[in-house]
């Protein structure tokens, strides 16, 4: 998928944001051929189980003191051969080796598509984290330019009132002061915006140079589910059958169960067949009934001979392979279990942390709401009294600033409860939803 001249100009919003990233993420793709290698790993698995066959043919001289190849007889006359050969093997009996390698390949196949799964998971809360960001940095540059406007109108009234000789020119100082103050803030947050734009295009595998902007949902109108639907028990249980890496070391637990069968049966003796067809022609062959040189395709017809055989091959000794690799696959067994105990507890740990914090972030937000209600009050009783000289620059610009600090911890504190509640909503299976 290749971004399209209208994709850039069009809004993005969360949805087509992790569609697409899940398409172009470098990581996403390296998974993919991950998967196909696993893939071809279990169709060359399949092939050993099919008897194997081999074509053969030669062509050559043959002089000094040799066998001739058609009668089985030595000779010193020189002449030229020409050889056909068919021959391959079966396996009858090994223990399941085969079968058991063919399984645990399957599994392993299953585990890398899932892997697919589980770099997509990763991309889409990553995207999601830094959507999040871009929205709340964008917000911010909104306060800062909120900020800014309000700092003009304060500086055209107290213009007004050093021209009437009301006020001293110092607070007119003062105001210019914090005037480019706010302004070099509003770069600063520009600057933070672009940031955060220029990770999302990473992501998104995405050339940084070209137009791109993120659709901005009211947050106070992002869906978000309850405390009580997101208990942290229930999402670890839900979690733990819908999570790629929980589904994918299940896969990987049962192909590592497949190995261990399969290298066991390399200990114990095979049972397996073999065939061979054969025919040779020479030049200077002879038909003795004629006396005449024998004809090509007559050689190769009298010549024609096929043998059947069943072997049985005990391992005795090889250097211990055989035994190291079952001891080896057992122990990956028991490392692959503990990977996957690991993993579980991680998970639970991570729920359990982001309950707590999603609380947390839930108080700081309504903590933040309330002060922003009370800065807003203190500023308009000090900007009235301002207004009529009743309050000096200095305490104006104070309460002004106060404000501003509480708004910008409104924003940072409302897109950070946001994503808590959302990553909870991700560990219990409902996606990415905005």
């Keep these: 998928m290749h971004l399209q001249a209208q994709e850039r100009v069009d809004k993005w919003d969360l949805r087509k944001l992790v569609d697409y990233a899940m398409q172009n993420n470098i990581s996403v793709k390296q998974a993919d051929v991950q998967a196909r290698l696993a893939a071809l790993q279990l169709t060359q698995a399949k092939y050993y189980q099919i008897p194997s066959a081999s074509f053969n043919t030669g062509y050559g001289p043959q002089f000094g003191r040799s066998i001739d190849p058609t009668t089985n007889q030595f000779t010193t006359v020189p002449l030229y051969y020409q050889s056909y050969g068919l021959n391959g093997n079966v396996a009858f009996f090994n223990w399941g080796r085969l079968k058991n390698n063919v399984a645990a390949n399957e599994f392993s196949a299953k585990a890398a598509l899932t892997d697919i799964e589980r770099a997509a998971n990763d991309v889409a809360l990553n995207v999601a984290t830094y959507y999040l960001q871009v929205l709340a940095s964008k917000e911010l540059i909104n306060v800062s330019e909120v900020q800014i406007a ?87 249980q839900l979690a733990l059958g819908n999570q790629p890496l929980q589904k994918e070391n299940e896969l990987k637990i049962k192909a590592a169960e497949k190995t261990v069968l399969s290298n066991k049966g390399a200990l114990y003796p095979t049972i397996g067949g073999n065939y061979s067809l054969n025919t040779t022609y020479n030049n200077k062959a002879i038909d003795y009934t004629t006396g005449q040189k024998s004809p090509y395709g007559t050689q190769l017809s009298d010549n024609f001979r096929q043998s059947l055989g069943i072997g049985l091959s005990i391992p005795i000794f090889n250097s211990g392979q055989n035994r190291i690799a079952y001891e080896q696959s057992k122990l990956n067994l028991k490392n692959t279990v503990l990977q996957k105990d690991q993993a579980n507890q991680t998970l639970k740990q991570n ?77 219990k299976g409902q996606g990415l939803k905005l």
């Excluded at 937000?365 to 000090?382: G, H, I, M, P, T």
């Design 351 to 427: 729920i359990y942390t982001a309950y707590t914090n999603a609380i947390n972030a839930f108080e700081k937000l309504n903590a933040a709401k309330k002060s922003v209600e009370s800065a807003q009050k203190v500023y308009d009783f000090s900007f009235k009294r301002y207004e009529i000289g009743l309050l000096s620059t200095l305490e104006l610009i104070t309460n002004q600033n106060n404000l501003i600090t509480a708004k910008l911890q409104l924003v940072s504190s409302e897109y950070d409860y946001v994503f808590k509640m959302k990553l909870l909503e991700f560990y």
């Design 150 to 236: 309000q700092r003009m109108a304060q500086l055209e009234v107290t213009k007004k009132q050093v021209a009437a000789e009301v006020l001293p020119e110092l607070n007119l100082i003062q105001i210019e002061a914090q005037l480019a103050s706010d302004s070099s803030t509003l770069i600063s947050n520009k600057t933070t915006f672009q940031q955060n734009v220029l990770f999302l295009k990473a992501l998104l595998n995405i050339d940084a140079a070209l137009p791109f902007e993120v659709e901005t949902p009211a947050v106070d109108k992002i869906p978000l589910e309850t405390f009580s639907e997101l208990q942290p028990e229930a999402v670890y």
